[in-house]
């Protein structure tokens, strides 16, 4: 129990393990923050013209698809419409027709939207007498969510690797390593000495993380519980083989960034790509995929995916626990 109390206290002192754990909680908040905010304005066309070059007509159908801007030279209209960080379509008049202009380097649906209005211009009239249907705007930031939030719980469930490995690497650099190797502990205890720190860090940082995130039943949230618990336990074992086999700081801060890296790029392609079929089997051997696919699954109700997933876990956990275990059996006493 001393040493529990010590390795928290260690813990604590190390700002970046507090970064760590607090990370993935304000990402969450501002991930649920952002939601609340109205985006639909990011696809609204936007329209420059010269001061007395259209008429009051021409201007007034204008406004009907977006904000008029008047401008009185051509070289401010020109400057508007070239800036990178906006989407201003220039509109003349020629004729009895409109034509616009734009920089080149808006997005496609402006693009679009440039070469189709002066059709539309031409063929008011028979717009005008057509049905109009308003449709429900979409929210831009609806689908994207769908992969972020699993994504940023992901990283919150697997920084418990980041809790083990840095205080074992701390221990190497300060000579504390040599003190636990004959200090009166078996390997089994240190190891579980060692998990409990990364462990209780990453499953209260996941928990905190979902409760920002999701809105959960008690019976759903009990699965995530789960989850999220098997996945802190494999991401501090997985703490205990980065911590082992980095020499020093910076070579640990290397390897745990290769291993954040491979467990969100893992899963984030999947999603995005849609792997499925004995390639989407494979993927399962890198454990962040069977977590974030069982989130997904959890937001969908798809209970059957979640049991399995969990069992992947599961499975994991054991080969990893195994695999640890046997590497520190050597030795007596403790091994580092």
């Not at 031409?122 to 979409?138: N, V």
């Not at 209970?303 to 059996?329: N, P, R, S």
């Amino acid at each position: 129990m001393e040493g529990l109390q010590y390795q928290l206290k260690s813990v604590l002192r190390d700002k970046f393990c507090l970064m760590t754990f607090l990370l993935p909680i304000l990402v969450a908040a501002a991930l649920n923050f952002m939601g609340s905010i109205d985006m639909s304005s990011l696809g609204e066309l936007h329209f420059g013209i010269l001061a007395d070059h259209l008429s009051s007509q021409e201007i007034a159908w204008l406004e009907r698809y977006g904000p008029v801007t008047v401008y009185v030279t051509q070289e401010e209209l020109t400057t508007a419409i070239k800036e990178p960080s906006t989407n201003v379509i220039g509109v003349q008049a020629n004729g009895d027709s409109l034509e616009t202009a734009i920089s080149g380097d808006e997005l496609e649906i402006f693009q679009q939207a440039a070469a189709t209005l002066p059709a539309l211009y031409e063929q008011r009239e028979a717009a005008g007498q057509a049905e109009i249907q308003t449709l429900e705007r979409p929210d831009i930031l609806e689908s994207l969510q769908g992969i972020f939030i699993p994504a940023v719980l992901i990283v919150a469930m697997f920084m418990g690797c980041t809790f083990n490995a840095m205080n074992i690497i701390s221990e190497k650099e300060n000579g504390i390593a040599f003190v636990n190797e004959i200090l009166p502990m078996t390997s089994s205890q240190y190891i579980l000495q060692k998990i409990v720190v990364g462990f209780s860090f990453g499953s209260t940082s996941s928990v905190i993380t979902a409760c920002i995130c999701f809105q959960l039943s008690w019976q759903n949230f009990g699965f995530m519980l789960v989850l999220i618990l098997l996945s802190s336990f494999l991401a501090a074992l997985i703490g205990l083989f980065i911590g082992r086999v980095s020499e020093d700081l910076m070579i640990g801060v290397l390897f745990i960034k290769i291993v954040m890296l491979l467990f969100l790029a893992a899963p984030l392609v999947c999603a995005l790509v849609g792997v499925s079929g004995p390639l989407a089997i494979v993927c399962n051997i890198i454990p962040s995929q069977p977590a974030f696919d069982g989130i997904i699954a959890l937001s969908a109700g798809n209970m059957g995916i979640v049991i399995k997933d969990t069992g992947i876990l599961v499975i994991h956990c054991a080969v990893w626990f195994a695999a640890y275990h046997l590497l520190a059996v050597p030795r007596k006493k403790q091994v580092i």
